[in-house]
């Protein structure tokens, strides 16, 4: 009995330090990829955005704001890519897939075209992120009480707590 000790003890162990133990998957549901695929397209209209006004706001501060989001946004995207990817799953679900979950919270084309054509960038650049960061942010909810993936759950409490520091921060600016 003892030597079948010492090689499960072996075989767990080395299974471990492999990475390959049994029933040690990281978990993944159908709200979690929901989330992720929703997430990526609601972040590239999110660098869009921001990409007009770190190029062209006239306050410092919102140009300044606008650049840091176009980044970590894409910094975001290509995390959600691996997940994806890492899961076997579609990079982009097939259209009208998620509107029985109340769809995704969208800018629309042409709200982007009416912020490229705006004579007063600043101010309508952070109405449309106000908007859109609340979105991401009723978006998180769902997968931090619905998810199975500790990794994204956790993404998404830290998007929550992120967005709305944004808000907070970008309606001040519109305050000004």
Not at 34 to 52: D, Y
Not at 87 to 110: F, I, N, R, S, Y
Not at 146 to 163: F, K, L
Not at 166 to 175: E, G, S
């Amino acid at each position: 009995m003892r030597g079948g000790h010492v090689l499960a003890v072996v075989a767990l162990v080395w299974s471990a330090a492999c990475g390959q133990a049994g029933g040690t998957e990281v978990p993944v549901n159908a709200d979690d990829v929901m989330f992720v695929q929703m997430m990526v397209q609601h972040h590239r209209q999110g660098i869009e955005m921001a990409g007009i006004g770190a190029s062209r706001a006239e306050d410092l501060e919102v140009r300044t704001l606008a650049s840091a989001i176009a980044s970590t946004e894409q910094d975001e995207v290509e995390m959600m890519l691996r997940w994806l990817r890492a899961w076997d799953q579609p990079l982009t679900a097939p259209t009208g897939a998620h509107d029985h979950h109340g769809g995704m919270p969208e800018t629309d084309v042409k709200r982007i075209q009416e912020l490229r054509a705006s004579d007063d960038l600043d101010y309508d650049l952070l109405s449309l992120l106000i908007d859109h960061q609340d979105g991401a942010v009723r978006m998180a909810a769902d997968v931090v009480t619905r998810g199975a993936n500790p990794e994204v759950q956790r993404w998404a409490a830290q998007v929550q707590t992120s967005r709305r520091a944004q808000i907070a921060m970008m309606t001040d600016l519109v305050r000004r």
